[in-house]
């Protein structure tokens, strides 16, 4: 049973300071139509740049997850992400006055708890999902990172972490089903270490940063004046380090809340794929860098099976014969280019024609080197995707294409070729129009394409 796209049911606020610029944040999370995903908009700027949740947006990872689109930047963005996804959420948009949304606690928590003050209401859309149907690998052997997403039938994922220190080694979090992320994940805070601080301190980053938005993790002998010193410099009360290693400024909600928290940081930075996942997710050392060229790689993997041939079985009895195709299309000889339709779903068609020398176009196309004419194929496209829409019809339509774009043609047919068409919806039909991409394969490989809109009438009208 295909999943609904949600949306919020109405807008909520967050307000707090940046982590690393110290400055004053408010979002403002607001309901968005169907296929609208995720986005931020910058409204403290004069053109209010709206920033997709996209992985190739993505300019810097050293202290979180950077996007930048025509000059205008969002920062920290990850918490924010996971919460969305984890919430179950499909089409927000949030509008920010700043270049980094808030800190606030280091996790997810308060961005679930906006989410459940606002509720969530089901779209007509059905959701996309992303399908990991085989194995797809990014390996870091620099920094010993490796991601691998493998085919599961929910969102689950396996994260190990792994320093060069006593006090956090090895640890290890499991998420075996998103649906569980508000309660095993949500509120697992970031971690940072003692020396990383002062490094930060230095540079004149964490202007925003106070020790109640992070665990902070000794990992050398420190003296009880130095740390009185870095209090100081938070504005915190005195702390003193825990047996365990850990400032005595937050209690632990898991023991291995910093793997969790890693977990965290990998759910909101496989975001920007663009798509919900179906898959497991295992994840050795990961980090904002490692996270975020793993979603490059799942999304080029996307754009590559969305152009890869249809895998047809010959034996196979069609979805629509010829005498179906004939009760959709007005198309007669010589002119119907369509021999079956070997597949049909919610938003793809896959059609099929067989070039035989006996067209009636090889006559004078040419006589001595019989070539389909480019038109034809496009012909065939459009007619393949008109049986997709019309075959979603009660009564008699009929689809009249109005505009074709981006035509390309990669090799020559020949008597003999086996034309497989692949027809893609690229939008939901509204008021009428339809806009599909169309795909012609011979052999495997890519031989026209095209982009089309359509419009349905009425027969009569």
Do not use: W
């Not at 909520?12 to 979002?27: P, Q, S």
């Not at 810097?60 to 919430?87: F, N, P, Q």
């Not at 949304?101 to 003050?117: A, L, Q, R, W």
């Not at 939901?428 to 011979?442: D, E, H, Q, S």
């Amino acid at each position: 049973m295909a999943v609904k796209q949600k949306t919020l049911a109405k807008p909520f606020t967050i307000e707090g300071n940046g982590l690393h610029t110290g400055v004053d944040v408010v979002m403002r999370f607001l309901p968005a139509p169907e296929n609208h995903g995720f986005k931020f908009k910058r409204v403290d700027l004069e053109e209010q740049t709206i920033i997709d949740a996209d992985c190739d947006l993505v300019i810097d990872t050293s202290r979180g997850t950077l996007l930048e689109k025509d000059g205008a930047r969002i920062g920290t963005i990850e918490h924010t992400l996971a919460a969305l996804v984890g919430m179950d959420l499909d089409n927000v948009l949030i509008e920010v006055d700043n270049e980094e949304v808030p800190i606030i606690d280091g996790s997810s928590k308060y961005f679930i708890e906006g989410i459940e003050n606002a509720g969530v209401i089901e779209q007509d859309a059905d959701r996309d999902y992303f399908e990991v149907k085989e194995k797809i690998v990014y390996h870091d052997e620099k920094t010993g990172s490796k991601l691998i997403a493998l085919p599961d039938d929910d969102y689950s994922l396996n994260v190990m972490i792994s320093f060069n220190s006593e006090v956090l080694n090895n640890q290890y979090a499991i998420l075996d089903s998103i649906k569980d992320f508000k309660d095993e994940i949500a509120n697992c805070r970031t971690f940072v270490f003692l020396h990383e601080l002062e490094f930060l301190l230095n540079n004149n980053l964490v202007k925003g940063g106070d020790l109640s938005n992070a665990i902070v993790i000794i990992d050398k002998e420190i003296g009880q004046e130095e740390l009185n010193r870095i209090a100081d410099l938070f504005n915190h009360d005195r702390v003193e380090v825990k047996p365990q290693g850990i400032l005595n400024n937050v209690d632990l909600i898991f023991d291995n809340e910093c793997a969790r928290h890693k977990l965290l940081d990998v759910i909101g930075d496989l975001v920007l794929v663009g798509k919900h996942i179906k898959g497991r997710i295992i994840a050795t050392k990961p980090g904002h860098g490692a996270n975020t060229m793993m979603a490059k790689a799942i999304k080029s993997y996307i754009r590559k099976e969305r152009r890869s041939a249809p895998q047809i079985d010959p034996s196979q009895k069609p979805v629509m014969d010829i005498a179906r195709i004939k009760e959709l299309l007005p198309h007669r000889f010589p002119f119907l280019m369509v021999d079956k339709v070997v597949s049909i779903d919610k938003d793809s068609i896959v059609g099929i024609k067989n070039v035989t020398v006996n067209e009636p176009f090889f006559q004078g196309h040419f006589p001595s080197e019989p070539v389909m004419p480019g038109v034809l194929l496009v012909e065939a496209m459009a007619q393949t995707g008109g049986l997709f829409v019309l075959n979603q019809m009660e009564g008699k339509y009929s689809t009249y294409f109005i505009r074709i774009d981006n035509v390309k043609f990669r090799r020559k047919i020949v008597p003999g070729d086996i034309l497989v068409f692949k027809i893609t919806l690229a939008s939901p039909i509204r008021r009428g129009i339809a806009n599909m991409k169309g795909l012609c394969y011979v052999g495997g490989k890519v031989a026209a394409e095209g982009d089309f809109m359509a419009q349905v009438v009425k027969s009569g009208e």
